[in-house]
Each structure stands twice: as C-alpha cells, then as structure tokens.
Nanobody, 123 residues
Framework: QVQLVESGGGLVQAGGSLRLSCAAS????????MGWFRQFPGKEREFVAA????????YYADSVKGRFAISRDNAKNTVYLQMNSLKPEDTAVYYC????????????????WGRGTQVTVSS
C-alpha cells in the first residue's frame, strides 16, 4: 500500500509563498506520475499540477500557471509544489496523488492519495 504524506501547509499573507512537500513510500517512485489537487469547502477536488516520473514534463491548471511550480526529487521519493504570489482564492486543502498514467490531469486517473494539508491565504 502506497502512503503519501503532505507537509508544508499553513497560513500566509496574500502575495506570499509556500512550498508543499509530499513524501511517498513507493519503492519505484520514479516510475509514476505525481500530482497536486486542491479542494475548496463544499466543492469537488480540482487539478492543480502534475509531473511525469522523470520530472521532465509538467502540467498546470490555468489558474496557477506562472505562479505555482511542481517538481520532484526521485532520490528522496518526494514531490514539491512551490506556490508563489498566493491569493486568498488559493485557500484550500491541498492533496498529492500518485498515478500509473502518463498524463494524469483528472481525479479518476490517480490511484493513491495523501490526506491533505491546509493552505490559508489571508488578504
């Protein structure tokens, strides 16, 4: 059973930055794509960013392009989400997820999920 553990969430002022981390227990971590999703209260989880197993390909939701950056360190079994120029509307619970698929941008393409970390951006 793959375990994913997010960290790095917290409270930040608008315009600030946070870096989320997600540590995976998967032995063959570099074989899988990783993604970040977020969920607003009362809403469905939405795609934020994804990275291929090698780290060579990345994908972003339009709402975060130019502000967020996903990366991974396969030696550490960890994926990151660097979030810059944060806005109050970025306030959500952020989840990392693992996928066996090459270009995973939807919820049903992911197989394992972390428990999430809260990000709150104050105005």
């Amino acid at each position: 059973q793959v375990q994913l553990v997010e960290s790095g969430g917290g409270l930040v002022q608008a315009g600030g930055s946070l870096r989320l981390s997600c540590a995976a227990s998967e032995r063959y971590f570099s074989s899988y794509s990783m993604g970040w999703f977020r969920q607003f209260p009362g809403k469905e989880r939405e795609f934020v960013a994804a990275v291929s197993g090698s780290g060579g390909s990345t994908y972003y939701a339009d709402s975060v392009k130019g502000r967020f950056a996903i990366s991974r360190d396969n030696a550490k079994n960890t994926v990151y989400l660097q979030m810059n120029s944060l806005k109050p509307e970025d306030t959500a619970v952020y989840y990392c997820a693992q996928s066996f698929r090459a270009v995973p941008t939807t919820i049903n393409q992911y197989d394992y999920w972390g428990r999430g970390t809260q990000v709150t951006v104050s105005s």
